[in-house]
C-alpha cells in the first residue's frame, strides 16, 4: 500500500467522468492503480482498506464485466458489495430513478457504482445521494473506469502517453468508451484519431481536437494503438451501416488494415467483441498484438485505485 | 463500366468539325484511332490524305464529337425482358448517338446487391453494343428504409447510388443515406417528388388537369424535396446530383444552392424540354411522364436552365412500357417514355429554336455527365476511349415508332419534327451504328 500522494488523487467524492479530472489526478490514480495489479497478482489479493464500508452496484444495463470488475475490487479491499441489477430492483416496478436515490440512500452506502442507458443519470444521482457515486457508463456519454483501465494498459506497454497515435475505430455516435478516451488520451498528450463511417460519426466531434477518418487504412497509418469498439448488433442492419458484411469490409479490423499500422502497433477492445464485425478472430486471440485480456486484468486494479481514492476523501 | 474491349488496327477521320465540349475545341480537323483509342486529333490531321483510301472516313464537313452519355436510361433487364434488354436498349443508344447508358436499379430483382451490379456488367458486355454504367440503389428494394451496401456495391462497379424515380420519404433514412455516402465520395442520385403529395397523381395540377378530370398533383411537391436534400447535402457533404428536375421553383433553389458552392448537380429530361403540359391532348398516355409534364413557364424555365448551365446534364429517361401498360385509361397507365434515339434531336431542338451554341448542348451530353460520374469517356483528348458520334446537327426528320430501334416503341415525340441526328456512333473504335 502506498501512502497518499501529495495531492487529493480525485477532485471530488464522485467519479463521474473523466471531465472535471487532470493529467496529475490521472497519473496519481495510474500509479495508485500499479499497486494493485502486484496486490492482484500476490496468492492473497485481499486488504482490509474498504472494511465496514458498503458498496452498491446499481446496474440498469446488462454488464458482466464491468459489474464483476467492480465487485471483485470492492471485495479485494474488503468492502461489502450488493450487486443490484434492474431486473430485481423496484426501477422495473415504475420507481423513478430519484425514489430509486432516495431509497438506496436510506440504506447508508459508502459507495455507488452505477450504469444507466441515459447520459447524465450518474451525474442525477449523485446530486441526491450523500455517499459517493462512480458512474460505470451513462448513456452515450463517460465510462471513466475504462478510459482508465485503457490508460494503465497502454502506459504499462508504452510509458508516456507524448505523442502516441491511438486510433479509436467504429461506433464513435454511440460510445461512452470513445467519449471518455478522447477526452483522457487527448489531456494525457496522446494524438487521438477517429476512423468510423459518417454514420457512426457525431456531428461536431471534429472540434474535440481528434483526427477524423472516413477510410480505415488512411486513419491507420503509423497508428502505435488501435482501439476497437463494439458495435451494437441493432445498428449493423441498416439504420447506421447497410450490413455486418460491409461493415466488416470497410471498418473491421483486419491483417490488412493493421498493416497499414506502425509496426508493434497494439489493438484494444473493451468487450464483449463481435468477431468477424469490428475485429478477426485471429488478431483478437494474437497475444503479441491483442491486449484485450490484459485490459480486463487493469480493469479490476483501476476500479481498486477509484474505491481507494474515494475512500480516502477529497480536496 | 463495360464496353467491347478495344479494336487493333486504325480507323482515321478526316474533314471533320471536331468539337470536344472538355476541352473548348471546335475545329476543323482529322482525328486518329488506334487500339480502342484516340491516338490524335488536330486540325490538319488527314488533310491531304487520300480521298480513297477505305481505312480512312470522309466526315464531309459533319460534327465528330464524343459519343453521348446518357445518365437516366431505365431498361428491362433484368426482370420485364418483353419491354426492353440491355441488347435492345443499346441498339436504341447506338442509333442514338449515345456511346454510354447509365442504368437505374429499377428492375425486377432491384440493382440492390454486389452480385447484381456484377450481373448487370457482364450481360452488358455480353450483350450490349454501348457501354453501360450501372447506378445501385441507394436504399434496399427501394423502400426508402435501409441503406445498401455502398461501398462493396462500389467495388463492384455502381457508378452512383438512386432510387431511380422514387423518392426517399424519409429525411432520417436519406440524411444517413447521404452521410454514408459522403464517407466513400459516393455520388448520390435523387429523385424530386414529394411521395404523398404525388400519390395517385398522373399530371401536374392545373386548369388543364381540371378540366381532364384527372387526378394531379401540385408541382411544388419537386420542389418541396429539392429544397430538403439541399439542406441534407449542406448537413452532410455529400455529392448530390437531381436526376431530372421539371420546374422554375425547382431549377432556382438550385441555382441558390451551387452560388453557395454545395456539391449539387441536376439534370433535365428531353420531354421536359420539348413538351408542357398541354401535349398530353386527348389523354395520350406516352406523354404521361415521371415526373409529369409541367406548364408552359417551367417547360421554359427548363430550356433557360439548360442554357446558363444551371443544369448540367440533358438526360432522354429512357422508360421502356408496353400496350399492356400503356393502352389504358391514362389515370391507370404507366408512367414512362422511351428516348435514347431522341435524346440528340431534342436537345439540338435548343439549337435551332432557342439560340444555344452546339458546343455547350453537346457538353451536357458528353463531358458534363462524365465528370458529374465520374466516367473516362465524354471527351477527344488523346488516350480516350474511342467513343465518337458523328452527327448532321441540320439533317430534318420525322419521327417514326415504327422506325425507332428499341424494342420499346412508347415515344413522346410520334410525328414530331426534329432537326439533327446522329450518322454514325463508335465504341472502343467500333461502329456500331451507321445511318443508311
Known amino acids: 500500500m502506498t501512502s497518499a500522494k501529495s495531492g487529493p488523487l480525485l477532485p471530488t467524492g464522485n467519479l463521474l467522468g473523466i471531465e472535471g479530472l487532470s493529467a496529475s489526478h490521472v497519473t496519481g490514480l495510474l500509479d495508485l492503480a500499479e499497486t494493485y495489479v502486484a496486490q492482484s497478482r500476490a496468492p492473497d489479493k485481499k486488504t482490509a482498506l474498504l472494511k465496514g464500508r458498503t458498496l452498491i452496484n446499481l446496474f440498469f444495463e446488462a454488464s458482466t464485466r464491468t459489474q464483476s470488475s467492480f465487485e471483485l475490487a470492492g471485495k479485494r479491499l474488503g468492502a461489502d458489495v450488493l450487486n443490484m441489477s434492474v431486473k430485481t430492483s423496484s426501477v422495473s416496478k415504475g420507481e423513478t430513478l430519484i425514489d430509486t436515490a432516495a431509497t438506496l440512500n436510506a440504506m447508508r452506502p459508502d459507495i455507488l457504482v452505477v450504469r444507466h442507458q441515459d447520459s447524465g443519470a450518474a451525474e442525477l444521482l449523485s446530486r441526491k445521494l450523500d455517499c459517493s457515486v462512480v458512474n460505470a457508463g451513462d448513456g452515450a456519454h463517460e465510462h471513466p473506469t475504462q478510459a482508465l483501465l485503457d490508460a494503465l494498459t497502454i502506459r504499462r506497454r508504452r510509458k508516456s502517453f507524448e505523442g502516441l497515435v491511438v486510433a479509436i475505430c467504429g461506433d464513435i455516435l454511440h460510445s461512452r468508451v470513445a467519449r471518455s478516451n478522447i477526452r483522457l488520451l487527448s489531456m494525457m498528450g496522446a494524438r487521438v484519431r477517429l476512423v468510423a463511417p459518417r454514420t457512426l460519426l457525431p456531428t461536431g466531434v471534429d472540434r474535440l481536437g481528434v483526427e477524423i477518418f472516413t477510410d480505415m487504412q488512411a486513419g491507420l497509418k503509423d497508428a502505435d494503438i488501435v482501439m476497437m469498439l463494439r458495435l451494437q448488433l441493432e445498428r449493423m442492419t441498416g439504420a447506421f451501416v447497410p450490413s455486418a458484411r460491409e461493415y466488416f469490409r470497410f471498418f473491421g479490423l483486419d491483417r490488412e488494415k493493421l498493416a497499414r499500422a506502425r509496426p508493434g502497433a497494439l489493438v484494444m477492445h473493451p468487450g464483449p467483441m463481435n468477431r468477424g464485425v469490428e475485429i478477426s478472430s485471429d488478431i483478437a486471440d494474437d497475444l503479441d498484438v491483442s491486449l484485450i485480456a490484459e485490459q480486463v486484468e487493469m480493469g479490476v486494479a483501476i476500479r481498486m485505485a477509484v474505491l481507494d481514492a474515494l475512500s480516502r476523501g477529497f480536496a | 463500366?463495360?464496353?467491347?474491349?478495344?479494336?487493333?488496327?486504325?480507323?482515321?477521320?478526316?474533314?471533320?468539325?471536331?468539337?470536344?465540349?472538355?476541352?473548348?475545341?471546335?475545329?476543323?480537323?482529322?482525328?486518329?484511332?488506334?487500339?480502342?483509342?484516340?491516338?490524335?486529333?488536330?486540325?490538319?490531321?488527314?488533310?491531304?490524305?487520300?480521298?480513297?483510301?477505305?481505312?480512312?472516313?470522309?466526315?464531309?464537313?459533319?460534327?465528330?464529337?464524343?459519343?453521348?452519355?446518357?445518365?437516366?436510361?431505365?431498361?428491362?433487364?433484368?426482370?420485364?425482358?418483353?419491354?426492353?434488354?440491355?441488347?435492345?436498349?443499346?441498339?436504341?443508344?447506338?442509333?442514338?448517338?449515345?456511346?454510354?447508358?447509365?442504368?437505374?436499379?429499377?428492375?425486377?430483382?432491384?440493382?440492390?446487391?454486389?452480385?447484381?451490379?456484377?450481373?448487370?456488367?457482364?450481360?452488358?458486355?455480353?450483350?450490349?453494343?454501348?457501354?453501360?454504367?450501372?447506378?445501385?440503389?441507394?436504399?434496399?428494394?427501394?423502400?426508402?428504409?435501409?441503406?445498401?451496401?455502398?461501398?462493396?456495391?462500389?467495388?463492384?462497379?455502381?457508378?452512383?447510388?438512386?432510387?431511380?424515380?422514387?423518392?426517399?420519404?424519409?429525411?432520417?433514412?436519406?440524411?444517413?443515406?447521404?452521410?454514408?455516402?459522403?464517407?466513400?465520395?459516393?455520388?448520390?442520385?435523387?429523385?424530386?417528388?414529394?411521395?404523398?403529395?404525388?400519390?395517385?397523381?398522373?399530371?401536374?395540377?392545373?386548369?388543364?388537369?381540371?378540366?381532364?378530370?384527372?387526378?394531379?398533383?401540385?408541382?411544388?411537391?419537386?420542389?418541396?424535396?429539392?429544397?430538403?436534400?439541399?439542406?441534407?447535402?449542406?448537413?452532410?457533404?455529400?455529392?448530390?446530383?437531381?436526376?431530372?428536375?421539371?420546374?422554375?421553383?425547382?431549377?432556382?433553389?438550385?441555382?441558390?444552392?451551387?452560388?453557395?458552392?454545395?456539391?449539387?448537380?441536376?439534370?433535365?429530361?428531353?420531354?421536359?424540354?420539348?413538351?408542357?403540359?398541354?401535349?398530353?391532348?386527348?389523354?395520350?398516355?406516352?406523354?404521361?411522364?415521371?415526373?409529369?409534364?409541367?406548364?408552359?413557364?417551367?417547360?421554359?424555365?427548363?430550356?433557360?436552365?439548360?442554357?446558363?448551365?444551371?443544369?448540367?446534364?440533358?438526360?432522354?429517361?429512357?422508360?421502356?412500357?408496353?400496350?399492356?401498360?400503356?393502352?389504358?385509361?391514362?389515370?391507370?397507365?404507366?408512367?414512362?417514355?422511351?428516348?435514347?434515339?431522341?435524346?440528340?434531336?431534342?436537345?439540338?431542338?435548343?439549337?435551332?429554336?432557342?439560340?444555344?451554341?452546339?458546343?455547350?448542348?453537346?457538353?451536357?451530353?458528353?463531358?458534363?455527365?462524365?465528370?458529374?460520374l465520374g466516367l473516362a469517356g465524354g471527351t477527344l483528348a488523346k488516350g480516350a476511349p474511342a467513343d465518337l458520334v458523328l452527327l448532321d446537327e441540320n439533317e430534318p426528320f420525322v419521327v417514326d415508332e415504327t422506325k425507332l430501334s428499341s424494342r420499346a416503341r412508347n415515344t413522346a415525340f410520334e410525328g414530331r419534327r426534329f432537326q439533327g441526328r446522329a450518322q454514325k456512333t463508335f465504341v472502343g473504335g467500333e461502329c456500331v451504328f451507321s445511318r443508311s
Open chain 2, 1 to 372: 463500366m463495360t464496353g467491347p474491349s478495344g479494336k487493333t488496327g486504325r480507323l482515321a477521320f478526316r474533314n471533320a468539325r471536331l468539337i470536344d465540349p472538355a476541352s473548348n475545341l471546335d475545329v476543323k480537323g482529322g482525328l486518329l484511332v488506334e487500339n480502342g483509342r484516340i491516338a490524335d486529333i488536330g486540325p490538319r490531321l488527314f488533310n491531304d490524305a487520300d480521298k480513297n483510301d477505305p481505312e480512312i472516313i470522309d466526315c464531309r464537313g459533319l460534327v465528330l464529337a464524343p459519343g453521348l452519355i446518357d445518365c437516366r436510361v431505365f431498361t428491362g433487364e433484368p426482370g420485364s425482358e418483353h419491354r426492353e434488354t440491355l441488347h435492345s436498349a443499346s441498339e436504341a443508344a447506338a442509333a442514338g448517338g449515345v456511346t454510354t447508358m447509365v442504368v437505374m436499379p429499377n428492375t425486377d430483382p432491384v440493382i440492390d446487391e454486389p452480385s447484381l451490379v456484377d450481373f448487370i456488367l457482364r450481360r452488358a458486355s455480353a450483350t450490349a453494343k454501348v457501354r453501360v454504367a450501372p447506378m445501385a440503389a441507394l436504399t434496399r428494394k427501394l423502400k426508402g428504409e435501409v441503406m445498401t451496401e455502398m461501398g462493396l456495391l462500389m467495388e463492384a462497379g455502381a457508378v452512383a447510388f438512386t432510387d431511380g424515380d422514387q423518392t426517399v420519404a424519409n429525411a432520417r433514412v436519406m440524411r444517413r443515406a447521404l452521410s454514408y455516402a459522403a464517407g466513400f465520395g459516393a455520388l448520390v442520385v435523387g429523385h424530386a417528388e414529394d411521395t404523398d403529395l404525388v400519390e395517385g397523381a398522373a399530371i401536374t395540377e392545373s386548369e388543364f388537369a381540371t378540366r381532364a378530370g384527372l387526378p394531379a398533383a401540385p408541382a411544388m411537391a419537386e420542389v418541396i424535396i429539392v429544397e430538403r436534400d439541399l439542406r441534407l447535402v449542406e448537413l452532410t457533404g455529400a455529392r448530390y446530383h437531381f436526376g431530372q428536375i421539371s420546374t422554375r421553383a425547382a431549377l432556382d433553389a438550385i441555382a441558390k444552392a451551387k452560388a453557395r458552392g454545395l456539391p449539387v448537380t441536376c439534370g433535365v429530361s428531353a420531354h421536359h424540354l420539348i413538351l408542357n403540359e398541354l401535349d398530353v391532348g386527348a389523354y395520350y398516355t406516352f406523354r404521361k411522364v415521371k415526373p409529369p409534364l409541367r406548364c408552359e413557364a417551367d417547360r421554359a424555365a427548363m430550356v433557360e436552365g439548360v442554357m446558363s448551365g444551371v443544369i448540367d446534364v440533358i438526360v432522354s429517361s429512357h422508360e421502356p412500357q408496353g400496350a399492356d401498360t400503356k393502352r389504358q385509361p391514362f389515370a391507370s397507365a404507366a408512367f414512362g417514355a422511351v428516348g435514347l434515339e431522341t435524346l440528340l434531336p431534342a436537345a439540338l431542338n435548343l439549337c435551332h429554336e432557342s439560340g444555344a451554341a452546339l458546343p455547350h448542348i453537346l457538353n451536357t451530353l458528353t463531358a458534363s455527365p462524365a465528370r458529374i
